[in-house]
């Protein structure tokens, strides 16, 4: 198969997720694709009660060309005992641990981003400072 037909159908497809998200709007996170690269989508969200109340944090969504698992990376880092002090990478494998391109869509990723702030889990936490407070 031609490389640049590969690419096209991977961009439609994330594009296509991308509609589904606007189906399943979770409250209180907005994402949008960069404008450089359809793999890469800009996210905040809005905190509105619980331990994190009044936070807003923002995040970058990276989608791997083969469409697997997307990488949540927030920055500035936030100090949750899921995501990595120091690459500030949220571990998406643990909600998702075997992610199926034609099961699994963004905005699953987006409501896990949601929900970590609600329920925090401490079990098999990659900061483990933050899970012991």
């Known amino acids: 198969m031609n490389s640049n037909y590969d690419t096209?159908?991977?961009?439609?497809?994330?594009?296509?997720?991308?509609?589904?998200?606007?189906?399943?709007?979770?409250?209180?996170?907005?994402?949008?694709?960069?404008?450089?690269?359809?793999?890469?989508?800009?996210?905040?969200?809005?905190?509105?009660?619980?331990?994190?109340?009044?936070?807003?944090f923002r995040f970058t969504l990276f989608i791997p060309e083969n469409f697997d698992c997307p990488r949540v990376v927030f920055n500035p880092i936030v100090f949750h005992p899921l995501i990595n002090i120091e690459t500030g990478e949220l571990d998406i494998k643990q909600y998702i641990p075997n992610w199926k391109r034609n099961i699994h869509h963004i905005y699953h990723v987006l409501f896990y981003i949601k929900e970590i702030f609600f329920q925090i889990e401490t079990k098999n936490s990659l900061n483990k400072e933050a899970a012991h407070l």
């Not at 589904?20 to 969200?45: D, M």
């Open 8 to 56: 096209c159908i991977i961009e439609y497809k994330i594009h296509a997720e991308y509609q589904q998200l606007l189906k399943h709007q979770v409250p209180n996170i907005y994402v949008i694709p960069s404008a450089n690269s359809s793999f890469i989508w800009y996210g905040v969200i809005f905190l509105h009660q619980g331990l994190y109340e009044g936070g807003i």
